[in-house]
């Protein structure tokens, strides 16, 4: 939720616009509701955005305006989601007790990865990488 507090002499007339040129209103964009409070020394204004993502990320404007004059407010929101999953994952080299993995990531910041795995009917392992890795060595392994 964007709040935008205006202070001044009603009525105040506040417009929410992205990037300061499109208008936005919940006819717009289903995910938008809006809610404007009369408070004792002018009114506040709230945008609420339901299930942002990170298209959402960007410059909110708040434009408030009355009859002696208009302003406005910059609202910078930054949405933050998981980053993907890793692709283009492969085996790389397989000897008889170990075997090498790699993958590719490209998209947001990583901390770390986890790596599960497990042979046969036997129980899941997991081995906890640095976000800067692409790879991984799996040893220990037994052979076919």
Not at 87 to 93: E, I, R, W
Not at 102 to 108: K, L, N, P
Not at 117 to 135: A, C, F, I, P, T
Request: with cysteine; glycine share 8%.
């Amino acid at each position: 939720t964007l709040v935008c507090n205006v202070n001044g002499d009603t009525p105040i007339n506040v417009r929410w616009m992205r990037g300061g040129k499109i208008q936005l209103t919940p006819a717009s964009n289903y995910r938008l509701t809006m809610k404007q409070d009369v408070t004792p020394d002018g009114v506040t204004a709230e945008l609420q955005i339901s299930s942002t993502e990170s298209a959402d990320t960007g410059a909110y404007f708040c434009q408030a305006s009355n009859l002696f004059g208009k302003d406005q407010q910059l609202v910078q929101l930054l949405v933050q989601e998981p980053p993907e999953s890793p692709s283009d994952l492969k085996t790389v080299m397989v000897s008889s007790r170990t075997a090498n993995i790699q993958w590719h990531h490209q998209s947001g910041e990583v901390t770390r990865f986890i790596v599960q795995y497990k042979e046969g009917d036997g129980v899941w392992q997991q081995l906890e990488l640095s976000g800067q890795l692409r790879g991984a060595l799996l040893e220990n392994l037994k052979p076919a």
